[in-house]
């Protein structure tokens, strides 16, 4: 069966530090891959999607990043954290093509709180 | 106007009631629709999909699809205390790689 890991489940970063947050899809291969953020009592927002190695798409503009080094692994990045960038950070795989794209599963989930 | 809108809520109802959720969507091409349930603290997770117009039930959950309306609803049957959790309606379609979602509906199950 599929799962996906997302870590660190929590931290606390001062404004200006770095980020990196990671996941790990395991069981299947060629998945679709997401990162989304949800602020305090919001919906969910797409910051960037993935549909292979090295191929990643930007929904908004901001401070972070992602990489997709290897087919099953998801970087979410930042050099300076604002705090603006709080948040609840969420990572899913889909499969890829198809009505199907839709059906997320998603990681435990990284609360950030910038300070 | 956002793009998929939902009531925040909460929404209360008792146990034992039929919850109705609703969901509009503005852009016209969308054709993939789900409901995704949230508990506080936690990830969404998938419990219902629909693509074609009308009714799709799976247990005591029923998606309704309304293509010429741009409303996709939820129905809870028999709602329970464990219901009580925040909904999102998530949409997709045409030359869209990822999901749109709403901003979700606050259900609280009343025992």
């Known amino acids: 069966s599929q799962t996906i890991h997302q870590w660190p489940a929590t931290l606390v970063q001062p404004v200006g530090s770095p980020l990196s947050l990671e996941c790990t899809v395991e069981?299947?291969?060629?998945?679709?891959l997401y990162w989304y953020r949800q602020a305090a009592g919001r919906g969910l927002q797409l910051l960037f999607y993935s549909v292979g190695i090295g191929q990643i798409s930007s929904e908004v503009p901001q401070n972070l990043s992602a990489s997709r080094p290897q087919d099953r692994q998801f970087i979410l990045s930042s050099k300076k954290l604002l705090l603006s960038d709080s948040g609840f950070y969420l990572c899913?795989?889909?499969?890829?093509?198809?009505?199907?794209?839709?059906?997320?599963?998603f990681g435990e989930g990284s609360r950030l709180t910038v300070l | 106007q956002k793009e998929v809108e939902q009531n925040s809520g909460p929404l209360s109802v008792p146990e034992g009631a039929i919850a109705s959720l609703n969901c509009t969507y503005s852009?016209?091409?969308?054709?993939?629709f789900f409901w995704y349930r949230q508990y506080s603290g936690k990830s969404p997770e998938l419990i219902m999909s629909?693509?074609?117009?009308g009714d799709k039930e799976d247990g005591r959950f029923t998606a309704q699809l309304n293509k010429a309306s741009q409303y996709v609803s939820l129905l809870i049957r028999d709602s329970q205390p464990s219901d009580s959790a925040t909904y999102l309606c998530a949409v997709t379609g045409t030359g869209r790689r990822a999901l749109t979602f709403g901003s979700g509906t606050r259900l609280q199950v009343q025992p």
């Open positions: 629909i693509y074609s117009n």
């Open positions: 852009d016209r091409v969308s054709q993939s």
């Open positions: 899913a795989w889909s499969v890829r093509g198809g009505a199907n794209t839709g059906e997320l599963f």
């Open positions: 069981g299947t291969s060629n998945p679709n």
